[in-house]
């Protein structure tokens, strides 16, 4: 287990937190910023986990009915687009200038998380529900649901454990400003579910918008926007990484297939 190059990183990286450099001032504003941040992180993963679980009907969001729609649909616009456009090289310079001082850039990846966290906790409170209620599981089928479910979130979480936790979290920011230290990012991952597919944290995401116990209007628009960023989203994930990695992601293409466990042939990644 210490074996593993993301055990070996995040470890190397809480130890080097543990034991931070002096300078009370710098300190402060990591551990408050990655405070912040976890807890963002949380509450926006955990009102997707509850709003999607009742297909989208018990959200906050009071705007009247049809203008409810085209709110819901900037809502849920706004999510991919932004993701997508902060990972880009224009938007890497914007994160390295949206908290002021010398640790900006590196506090990138932790104020990545944070917006993403914000993004999703406007979208999964303010939601206005249509107030349909296509189908809801009872019985055993509920209780099914409620398996599949969480698994699908069990498989996105172990996805993104895959892909290097301190990055996916935003711990690498804070963590790495709090140490002094630039920040390390985890190699190409190809362990895990890596291992299997290549788009493991898409499929499991997009896993999680169709195993819900309710379905409404609400989630249907819900699932077929997010299942089309899951489709291009990769796209231009996998163009970074070639460009990144360049021989090396082209033969991991070639050996690991990508959305369906298909078997391939390996080739020596190393």
Sequence with gaps: MLSDPRVAGMLQLLKAAARPPAGAGRIAVALGV???THLMFAAGVLAMMIA????MSQTLGQVPSPLSWAVNALLLAQF???HSLLLTPRGGRWLAQMLPGAYGGTLATTTYALIAA???????TLWTPSGIIWWRAEGT????MCVVYASAWLLLTKASFDAGVEVQSGALGWMSMLSRIAPRFPDMPTRGLFAVIRQPIYVAFALTLWTVPVWT??????AIGFTAYCLLAPVL???RFLKRYGERF???QADVPYALPIPKKPTNLN
């Design 118 to 124: 914000v993004q999703l906790l406007l979208l999964f």
């Design 80 to 82: 991919p687009l932004m």
């Design 250 to 252: 082209r033969r991991y």
């Design 52 to 55: 999607m679980f009742h297909g």
């Design 34 to 36: 990655g405070a912040v």
């Design 141 to 144: 089928a509920f209780w099914v």
């Design 217 to 222: 209007p609400d989630q249907l628009m819900l």
């Design 237 to 239: 994930k996998e163009r």
